[in-house]
């Protein structure tokens, strides 16, 4: 491989591709989406291998998929594809017989793979022992497990305090291993658990306790079928979510219509070709958006405020609207609410939110002529300064028409990564309620710490300055992940240790601290043996499901350790005779894993009996059946805010989005297919009169600038790509210009970044 300079190794090189574009596709998945999926399997291992894990990926006894949290269906699943295109990829990645050795590391500085892609660094196999960085060194080198655990514990235990280190946990863990990561770190004397949910659902999280009572959906699966109207805003289904098309398809066929709100016209949510039928391979599709509002960036909030508007309207010319019996018996603010709506002017909110009043209007004859409404989201309203008040918003609109704790109708936050729901419900969470931590001292006796903890934003500050020296990772790739790329690298530089629990190469590799290990662990498809026993473990899918996960195939190295096995060592190596927790007895079955997770977490009685039933069990949800556990005992209907952005003549609004050969940080490959921008991800998507006011063309070669808090950030070399965009909005892949989000840019009270909104100027390239 050709060696290549580049000033800072954090950032992904600045090296193109080849772009090629074409017109946006105008049905998602199909044919095109089955020879995807197989080319990925079948490149990665033989067809024996790769058929095996097929075959078990989402069935009732085999292993969860490794990307999204979409749910399986309850009843009756494909025994022959029970999986997407990016599952696919997903188990690709994951269950490849490549393998990195000590020979790699070898042959390859630290400094030679900084150079690298992230689709160069996640081609190259899985991680099949452990590697070590000394201080100073150039090269990993190979290390035992011994080594590993008694020099992270030495590090640990020399801390002045144990809030010095930082303990990350990505959304693939298990429950299991979720459970006793945090039972580990809270016995060291810490609530330092940051995790991928700050980044991506905090918002949601925080939007819905506060009024309904509970920080997750409230629908089923099979809701959606019951449903008369879905709306989904700020999510792209069908490259991040894509079994949720079969869902939507089944919807459209019982009836529901379809809003959808999206500053890009994704192709997933204008039409579906369902590859489980043979109709759908050969090319049959079906419409899905009844109604596309094509939203400015952060045009949420007056977009539904106008809905509220217009809906009271209706209501007060004697149209009936409002479910009054439900608002009557079952909410609280009402009142205020319809008084705040008096402050907004409509015409002012159908501007800010980039549409036309005919577009708003017809909008809410739809939903005036539904009784069942679900409402979906993902990140195009959680990450904005606002995002809490853009999903209080979709609240309010669910309350004023009853649609929430009935059948086919309710809150629906689509998670990304599969178990980041499960880890949350385990007590991965920096401010754990009082009520976990009780539990934990009656268990286990020993008093867990109750001062809160550092997020992500948090955690990445306290490296920044020094206040944190150990950073230890669950999984993930806490560096391309996380915003304004070079002062997190810096931060992780400044740490004594950096270690990462992974399966894959990836760039938090690659910025360490003055030492760093690479600690290879067991993924969802590999069989987890402990006292010559097959093991499964457990998660929580986005709609509340735990069940079983089970891998199948044999690991390909035998120096990997599965993810529960490395806490036990690493809590063992760490507090020795001091600690009050029975770890060998744990890992000696998880069964007993999950017997002490019943005894501690509410909603898991019965576990071990009710997680072996095939399709698992619903954990409790009181927004679910209309018992809205919040301070008034009622659902609350809030007042919600928006401050336009005022932009200069030479600014635009920036939203990060991911390609469609792409999971969170893992780049499968180098084509947007949906989007027809192929083999280059180094583009910004903008609108042809943006262009030509500019005096921008297709093609030209620009760099990025953000200016925030008085401090220079540029992101260098992407080329101009005409798009569907509104006027002074732009589209860029992360981790790509993650180094744009400015690090003191969140959602308030959530602290979720800011990446959906991100201002930015644009300038020729030299």
């Not at 206040?467 to 993930?476: I, L, N, Q």
Request: hydrophobic letters at 35%.
């Amino acid at each position: 491989m050709e060696k290549r300079e580049t000033p800072h190794p954090e950032l992904t090189p600045e090296e193109f591709t080849g772009l090629s574009t074409e017109a946006p596709k105008e049905v998602a998945v199909g044919l095109p989406a089955v020879v995807s999926a197989f080319e990925h399997v079948l490149g990665a291992m033989n067809v024996g291998r790769g058929m095996k894990a097929l075959l078990n990926l989402n069935q009732k006894d085999g292993f969860d998929c490794p990307s999204c949290a979409w749910p399986d269906p309850d009843d009756e699943r494909s025994a022959i594809a029970e999986y997407c295109e990016n599952g696919a990829k997903a188990v690709a990645e994951e269950a490849t017989t490549k393998r990195l050795t000590e020979d790699f590391f070898a042959q390859h500085s630290i400094d030679e793979l900084g150079t690298w892609s992230d689709y160069e660094l996640s081609q190259r196999g899985r991680i099949a022992q452990p590697m070590y960085k000394s201080k100073g060194a150039t090269h990993y080198q190979p290390i035992s497990w011994e080594g590993v655990f008694k020099k992270v514990a030495a590090y640990l235990n020399q801390l002045p305090s144990p809030d010095d280190a930082i303990f990350y946990t990505s959304g693939r863990t298990s429950n299991e291993a979720a459970f006793l990561y945090q039972l580990f770190v809270r016995e060291f004397g810490t609530n330092n658990l940051p995790d991928c949910s700050n980044m991506c659902h905090e918002s949601s999280g925080v939007a819905l306790k506060d009024t309904v009572g509970i920080g997750k959906g409230s629908v089923k699966l099979e809701d959606f079928y019951k449903s008369d109207l879905i709306i989904i805003a700020g999510q792209n289904p069908g490259t991040n979510h894509p079994r949720m098309l079969s869902a939507l398809e089944k919807a459209k066929k019982n009836g529901a219509k379809i809003i959808s709100v999206n500053p890009l016209r994704e192709t997933g949510l204008v039409a579906f070709s369902n590859p489980q039928t043979a109709a759908g391979l050969l090319g049959r599709k079906t419409p899905l958006s009844d109604l596309f509002l094509q939203v400015r960036l952060n045009g949420d909030v007056p977009l539904f405020k106008a809905i509220l508007k217009l809906l009271h309207e209706a209501e007060l010319e004697g149209r009936e609207v409002f479910d009054w019996a439900f608002i009557r018996e079952k909410t609280a603010g009402i009142e205020d609410l319809l008084e705040d709506l008096k402050n907004y002017d409509l015409g002012q909110l159908v501007q800010d939110a980039g549409l036309s009043l005919s577009e708003i209007k017809e909008a809410v004859e739809m939903i005036i002529a539904s009784q069942n409404i679900i409402i979906c989201w993902a990140m195009g309203l959680t990450q904005h300064k606002n995002a809490v008040d853009n999903i209080q918003e979709v609240v309010n609109l669910l309350l004023l028409k009853g649609s929430i704790g009935k059948a086919g109708a309710g809150t629906c936050p689509v998670r990304g990564h599969s178990n980041v729901q499960g880890d949350r419900t385990m007590g991965i969470w920096e401010m754990p309620p009082k009520e976990l931590l009780d539990s934990l001292q009656k268990r286990f006796g020993f008093e867990p710490p109750t001062k809160h903890g550092y997020n992500v934003v948090d955690a990445i500050k306290a490296m920044h300055e020094g206040k944190a020296k150990v950073f230890f990772a669950m999984g993930g790739n806490f560096l391309s992940a996380t915003p304004d790329t070079v002062y997190t690298a810096q931060a992780l530089r400044n740490c004594s240790l950096t270690a990462h629990v992974s399966t894959k190469l990836n760039r938090s590799h690659l910025v360490t601290g003055e030492e760093a290990m690479i600690l290879p662990c067991l993924g969802r498809t590999d069989r987890d043996i402990q006292n010559g026993e097959a093991q499964f473990v457990t998660v929580e899918n986005s709609m509340g499901v735990v069940h079983q996960s089970k891998g199948n195939l044999s690991p390909i190295s035998e120096h990997m350790l599965s993810e529960p096995d490395i806490v036990r060592r690493l809590a063992k190596a760490t507090l020795g005779a001091k600690s009050r927790v029975e770890w060998d007895r744990l890992l000696s079955h998880y069964d007993h894993i999950r017997d002490v997770i019943e005894q501690t977490i509410p909603g898991f009685e019965k576990y071990n009996e009710r997680v072996r039933v095939p399709g698992g069990f619903y954990l409790p949800n009181g927004a679910r059946e209309g018992d809205f556990k919040t301070t008034t005992g009622k659902a609350n209907f809030t007042l919600n805010h928006y401050t336009p952005f005022v932009l200069s003549s030479d600014e635009y609004l920036m939203m990060t989005i991911r390609s469609h050969d792409q999971y969170n940080t893992t780049i499968y490959g180098l084509n947007d297919r949906y989007r027809g921008i192929q083999n280059e991800r180094r583009v910004i998507m903008m609108n042809e009169r943006d262009m030509e006011k500019a005096s921008l063309k297709a093609g030209d070669v620009v760099d990025l600038y953000n200016y925030n808090g008085g401090h220079k950030r540029v992101a260098h070399k992407f080329i101009i790509v005409p798009y569907s965009i509104p006027e002074r909005c732009i589209a860029t892949y992360f981790p790509e210009t993650n180094t744009l989000v400015p690090i003191d840019s969140y959602a308030d009270k959530s602290m979720t970044p800011t990446s959906k909104t991100v201002v930015v100027q644009i300038k020729k390239a030299p």
